[in-house]
């Protein structure tokens, strides 16, 4: 009898896979690909979801007093509790087409270096949102599965997925992480660099969408062939008056030297528990590098000159660890049998 309503509840379940980052959710359907991706932003008047994702992120800073946009994630954990739950429960219905009378079975990526206390927020979270059953990965697990990294097979594979938060980095083999290293330092503390940067060398007073805007547009990591400038509108700290500045790409990069040196360290330090079993394959196959932060101009020419192995930048380097959750889910079809 209990066999049969465990395969019962299995009809009316379906499998999702879900990146909850600090910046951006994405979510992947079984047998559908990834079917949303939106800001990790929940817009709340009073104790009233106002709006979620997309619509939600272009209110940040510039919202009446009566309404406030949150981010629930800080640094790859639930910051709050009943904001994430709102988010998730909306991001699941929005990407499974409000289907209520079937519960999402969930396999959640998170970061390798959270506490038992953290891992139990993100369980009980997307049991709230209406979850009948909930699995977690380690996102640079997810993120190696999702580039297409062997992870399976006896060979050294090493993963850096920079995301909005945290920074990611493992060595994996037969389908189990070496070592990995998780830094508190991802796109988030690069865009908060920025800020503070054009506050001190320009008394420029700008928001976290401008600074993202400046390191999109100009940021890099390593010396660029023909170097880049924008124009930065903000408010003037001194006269409180509108003002515009001209930022060079060379500014920027020396702004965020920091903050890459952190990621760096990251890496060698990685390298540095690598057993020399693998250190040969690590020579030849050299580092993939994945999340958002793979996109800043010149990362795998600094990671490179850094570590003297060879750089690959994914592919799809945003959607790495969304894709990574639905082939576990789609190649481990027993993994919610298990208990948490």
Do not use: W
């Not at 709230?128 to 640079?140: D, H, N, R, T």
């Not at 390593?222 to 409180?240: A, F, I, N, S």
């Amino acid at each position: 009898m209990f066999v049969f309503f465990k395969k019962l509840i299995g009809m009316f379940s379906y499998d999702i896979g879900i990146d909850l980052g600090t910046a951006n959710t994405l979510v992947y359907v079984k047998d559908q690909g990834i079917v949303l991706r939106e800001p990790s932003v929940v817009a709340m008047k009073g104790d009233k979801v106002k709006a979620v994702g997309e619509e939600a992120k272009r209110m940040l800073g510039r919202t009446p007093g009566s309404v406030v946009a949150i981010r629930p994630l800080k640094e790859g954990v639930i910051a709050d509790f009943d904001v994430a739950q709102e988010m998730l429960s909306y991001f699941i219905r929005k990407a499974c087409n409000r289907r209520s009378l079937r519960r999402p079975r969930i396999l959640i990526a998170h970061p390798s270096g959270i506490t038992e206390v953290e891992r139990r927020a993100i369980i009980d979270s997307a049991y709230e949102a209406g979850a009948s059953k909930v699995q977690l990965i380690e996102e640079p697990m997810a993120a190696a599965i999702g580039v297409g990294l062997p992870v399976s097979e006896p060979i050294g594979s090493m993963i850096v997925d920079i995301g909005g938060g945290t920074t990611e980095v493992a060595i994996i083999s037969l389908s189990g992480i070496v070592y990995s290293q998780s830094e508190k330092c991802g796109g988030d503390a690069l865009d908060d660099t920025i800020c503070r940067h054009m506050l001190a060398a320009h008394n420029l007073l700008i928001g976290p969408r401008t600074a993202e805007d400046i390191k999109i547009s100009v940021g890099s990591a390593h010396p660029l062939q023909q170097e880049l400038q924008m124009e930065v509108k903000g408010r003037d700290r001194g006269t409180g008056l509108p003002k515009t500045v001209v930022v060079r790409s060379e500014e920027i990069r020396e702004a965020l030297q920091d903050k890459l040196d952190i990621i760096v360290n990251a890496i060698r330090q990685t390298l540095d528990h690598c057993p020399p079993e693998l250190a040969s394959d690590l020579y030849d196959r050299g580092i993939m590098v994945a999340g958002g932060g793979a996109l800043l101009r010149g990362l795998g020419d600094l990671l490179h000159e850094q570590t003297g192995l060879p750089i690959t930048i994914a592919d799809d380097p945003l959607s790495a660890v969304a894709e990574g959750t639905g082939k576990f889910i789609q190649e481990n079809s027993r993994i919610f049998e298990d208990e948490n």
